[in-house]
């Protein structure tokens, strides 16, 4: 018999931002799938098996996923933030599509979570109270020329930019240039900020300017987040200020 | 004594997508304030007074919250969905910034939320697995102009794009409108997601594809998610096929 296959968004870290129905789909799972650092936060279970992989082998885990289900598992993949996000979601249909044809008989749902965006939003103010885009920042799945095409069409359209997989090791150049390349249609003075392990113990939220932006503050748990001509600060009692986009918005000049 | 304000995110209405840190935030309250339908979410507590409003009133329902927690109340103000994505925490800050200055000792915090979006992308498949934008189609509080401008920015760059407010009785055209300027760079195959009222007892997803997108099927509770020239569908056993956009992309020719 076939099993199924939940890909489940466990939320930015916090326990109390995983979902009820993440918490009912982890629970329903004989097996659990992931990154290994993803699997650590759920709460171990008598009689459920656990398969925890590097994060970088996204198709590889998703077809141990779906092995798995053909089996006749009921699987849950877990996801940090949103599945849907620049996760495993969109690496379980390409593997099902490449895939056996009895894999396209899996029972699969998605359960979203509190994605890291919107997380690190909360935290800084509402950086995305108006038009966003979302671009991810590896080069490792498309060329860096289309990434620098995407942030120039962002950036000259007056959004709020949010850089998912802004830095690594192997990535270390890639930020910078970003900035620069957002720096020809945006004043130095526009906010910045980088988020780091938001709602982990870990947490720090930082604001600059994007004229002081420095690559060094982001790592592979930073979310970084660039606001468009209108997004401001906002003082408060104590702390870094609020960052916020109005709900409305004016022509500027390109 | 000043109070508190917390704005919560109610998620996009099944009560499993209720975070329990939004719970708790509602658990804590005095006073809710909010658009009524949403209020009806929350389920009624002894000795907790509501304050429930017209869904077009944002800076007057904003000013009264924080005229609540000015006056020693713990406030929780509900949004649907996430409440820093075309919602409420942008116009508490705006309320804030053109207020009292009482109001700047106020304690506020934002309670994310599954944004309507994340809730959405998830009952079609992975829509946003790559590179996306998130634009809103009311041009009440900007021109249709900077809208359009918008539009035609992230077709031309290839990105996924979400339209919050596609419809309502007062704007009946602008849909139409968006659907030519995005195919004036994509292919009249690109599926496009109508997603009404999701995770809600009348929910309904519908895929089209951008040429046969009829503006009529949106109204003001429904999200649209146009795809890049990489999504794609996927059958599967019954119902509409799963919707998903590569992690990947390539160069197409503009």
């Known amino acids: 018999m076939t099993g ?13 931002l995983l979902t009820p129905m993440a918490a009912e789909a982890l629970g329903a799972a004989t097996d659990l ?3 290994a650092p993803y699997l650590a936060r759920v709460p171990e279970r008598p009689g459920q098996r656990r398969h925890a992989s590097d994060n970088r082998e996204e198709l590889a885990r998703a077809r141990q996923a779906l092995a798995l289900a053909e089996a006749g598992k009921a699987v849950a993949l877990v996801s940090s933030g949103d599945p849907g996000i620049f996760a495993m979601a969109s690496a379980i249909f390409e593997a099902i599509e490449m895939g056996k044809p009895e894999w396209r008989g899996i029972e699969v749902t998605v359960v979203p979570g509190v994605s890291a965006m919107l997380a690190a939003a909360a935290r800084a103010g509402a950086p995305l109270g108006h038009d966003f885009c979302v671009l991810s920042l590896s080069d490792n799945l498309k060329p860096w020329e289309i990434v620098l095409q995407r942030l120039e069409a962002a ?5 709020v930019i949010v850089l998912y997989n802004p830095a ?30 938001v709602s982990q113990p870990d ?3 930082e604001i600059a ?3 002081e932006s420095e690559t060094c503050r982001a ?22 200020p609020f960052v916020y986009t109005p709900r409305h918005a004016e022509m500027v000049p390109s």
Chains 1, 2 share one sequence.
Request: hydrophobic content about 45%.
């Open 4 to 16: 199924r296959l939940a890909i489940v968004g466990l939320g930015p870290g916090a326990p109390e």
């Open 33 to 35: 799938v992931g990154y």
């Open 155 to 159: 950036a000259g359209a007056d959004l």
């Open 168 to 197: 690594s090791k192997a990535r270390p150049w890639q930020l910078g240039e970003a900035f620069r390349a957002i720096a020809r249609h945006r004043a130095g003075t526009t906010p910045v900020i980088f988020a780091h392990a």
């Open 203 to 205: 947490e720090r939220i």
């Open 209 to 211: 300017t994007l004229a």
């Open 219 to 240: 790592d592979m748990r930073t979310l970084v987040i660039v606001g468009s001509s209108a997004t401001r600060l906002l003082p408060r009692g104590a702390g870094a």
